[in-house]
């Protein structure tokens, strides 16, 4: 199978960059509206909820879909593959995870609770679901940022990998 030269590394690279940009820019985001959002305000509120469906769909999703089809190029086109390093089987794990995560948890309580402002309106900010909710999806939002940032800890660091000693001239 053909692989990927240097300039193509290079390209796959910057992409790469790019999409975990997208995906924890679009994260850290949606964190840091959750953290500043006054529940009593039901304007504020449902602002803010349509932004975070915004984000989800034209950011977040966006860069951890993309994301997840260049580690499948990386996968079957360079000699990085999928799990010839252990430091890149978890990494490629714990996104996987984190995506699934973020479509299945995240996004469904982030729906259901604009599902619940556009029809109870200010009553939704009383409604023990919509806070529940809410909360919960602050919880893993959380997670899903320490999640990345450990993933770009095994990045840099590549733990396992064998270093050579340097030897004093």
Do not use: C
């Not at 089809?69 to 794990?93: C, E, N, Q, R």
């Not at 599902?115 to 200010?122: P, S």
């Amino acid at each position: 199978m053909r692989k990927f030269g240097s300039l193509g590394l290079k390209l796959l690279k910057m992409l790469h960059i790019l999409l975990i940009v997208l995906f924890l820019g679009g994260i850290l985001s949606s964190f840091a509206l959750l953290t500043n959002l006054d529940l009593s305000n039901f304007n504020d509120v449902y602002t803010t909820y349509k932004i975070f469906d915004t984000i989800s769909d034209n950011v977040v999703k966006i860069g951890a879909q993309g994301t997840i089809l260049l580690g499948a190029i990386y996968g079957f086109f360079t000699k990085w593959g999928f799990i010839k390093h252990k430091w890149l089987a978890v990494k490629w794990v714990l996104f996987i995870a984190q995506t699934f995560i973020g479509i299945l948890v995240v996004d469904k309580l982030m729906v259901a609770n604009l599902a619940l402002l556009e029809t109870e309106k200010v009553l939704a900010l009383n409604n023990p679901t919509f806070l529940h909710h809410h909360y919960l999806r602050l919880y893993v939002v959380v997670a899903q940022i320490g999640l990345t940032l450990l993933a770009l800890v095994l990045s840099v660091l590549k733990p396992g990998r064998s270093r050579a000693i340097p030897q004093p001239a």
